[in-house]
């Protein structure tokens, strides 16, 4: 996140583009999700999405490493309480690319913590035909830039 001040409620940023590869796809759900149609392309074809397609979890950790690498001042977040109404919509398959955007909803201050703030953002992300594939809603918290800011 960046400093409190720098956001605003309505601001949409584009934080970035991945293209899935079947051998990511195949080696993050080796590891973390290992079901058929995220493991084995064979095996894929026999399911209702008739071939392979990237584990939700890999759709939304690659999208946590875009909010890492462009929207995160380090020195400002203080991380997140979590996210809510997590959808994955459409199966993100081999060779797609995706890019995410993040929408800030809201801000505030803390009331028991002076110097601290909180935004809640909606992150989307859409496939190279601008098909929505994943949403959800996190809360950001981060420090002021200028600690006596309101």
Not at 30 to 42: N, R, S
Not at 46 to 51: E, L, M, Q
Not at 99 to 109: E, H, S
Request: proline letters at 8%; one cysteine or more; hydrophobic letters at 40%.
């Amino acid at each position: 996140m960046q400093y409190y001040e720098d956001i605003e409620p309505g601001a949409v940023r584009d934080i970035g583009s991945h293209t899935f590869t079947e051998p990511a796809i195949i080696a993050f759900a080796t590891q973390f999700d290992p079901q058929p149609f995220h493991t084995d392309p064979e095996a894929a074809k026999k399911t209702a999405f008739g071939g392979l397609i990237a584990s939700g979890w890999h759709t939304a950790a690659t999208v946590m490493r875009m909010i890492v690498d462009s929207a995160i001042e380090v020195e400002a977040s203080l991380g997140s309480p979590g996210f809510d109404d997590l959808s994955w919509l459409k199966p993100v398959r081999p060779g797609d690319t995706i890019r995410a955007r993040m929408t800030c909803l809201d801000k505030a201050p803390s009331r028991s913590r002076p110097g601290i703030g909180s935004a809640r953002f909606l992150i989307e992300a859409f496939n190279q035909s601008d098909e929505l594939v994943m949403r959800y809603t996190s809360i950001g918290i981060m420090r002021f830039r200028n600690p006596v800011s309101p």
